[in-house]
T-cell receptor, first 115, second 116 residues
Framework: AQTVTQSQPEMSVQEAETVTLSCTYD???????LFWYKQPPSRQMILVIR??????QNATENRFSVNFQKAAKSFSLKISDSQLGDTAMYFC????????????FGKGTKLTVNP | DAGVIQSPRHEVTEMGQEVTLRCKPI?????LFWYRQTMMRGLELLIY????????DSGMPEDRFSAKMPNASFSTLKIQPSEPRDSAVYFC??????????????FGPGTRLTVT
């Protein structure tokens, strides 16, 4: 079974600094998708960034980028120029292509951006 | 589009009572998912539907939980009888097709359930 591990329960960063959130996953499949979701205090789950496993190029979305290491099964999220609004829980998620529609989530990392 | 709509946003009930959570998916989405989020277990998939048909309910914790989707625009998750350990945030999400495609799952705002 696929598993997703986020080893950092909590992190903090100063406003305007850069922070990296870690995620590792375990799968025997070669085709899959990886996601980072943000959950602010409002509790709504918001998709931050998505990576297709067959793409070697790391995905980027404005201040958010990933470091995808397929061989190491690692998928870290880098937030540049951190803003107070980035304070939230961040979840890493995995889904196998062509298989079950189940998203497998990590337990999350609570990020606090300090002024 | 209004996005995925869930109601109520908050629910407080006493142990033993029946609880019904409601979800309206995004119009045109064929898949609907129910998730439960707790501090201990993180986010867990409970059940999902494709074209109103339950496909996989292996995540439903026990027989006290049931879910229905009578039509493409409405789904319910029912807990009867409720227990304090059911306290969690319950999310509904929808997807226009298999979520491994370029489209992702769109989450509702969640329902915070507290069972006393």
């Amino acid at each position: 079974a696929q598993t997703v591990t986020q080893s950092q329960p909590e992190m903090s960063v100063q406003e305007a600094e850069t922070v990296t959130l870690s995620c590792t996953y375990d799968t025997s499949e070669s085709n899959y998708y990886l996601f980072w979701y943000k959950q602010p205090p409002s509790r709504q789950m918001i998709l931050v960034i998505r990576q297709e496993a067959y793409k070697q190029q790391n995905a980027t979305e404005n201040r958010f980028s990933v470091n995808f290491q397929k061989a190491a099964k690692s998928f870290s999220l880098k937030i540049s120029d951190s803003q107070l609004g980035d304070t939230a829980m961040y979840f890493c998620a995995f889904i196998q292509e062509g298989g079950s529609e189940k998203l497998v989530f990590g337990k999350g990392t609570k990020l606090t951006v300090n002024p | 589009d209004a996005g995925v709509i869930q109601s109520p946003r908050h629910e407080v009930t006493e142990m033993g009572q029946e609880v019904t959570l409601r979800c309206k998916p995004i119009s045109g989405h064929d898949y609907l998912f129910w998730y439960r989020q707790t501090m201990m277990r993180g986010l867990e998939l409970l059940i999902y539907f494709n074209n109103n048909v339950p496909i996989d309910d292996s995540g439903m914790p026990e027989d006290r939980f049931s879910a229905k989707m009578p039509n493409a625009s409405f789904s319910t998750l029912k807990i009867q009888p409720s227990e304090p350990r059911d306290s969690a945030v319950y999310f509904c999400a929808s997807s226009p097709e298999g979520s491994w495609a370029l489209d992702e799952q769109y989450f509702g705002p969640g329902t915070r359930l507290t069972v006393t």
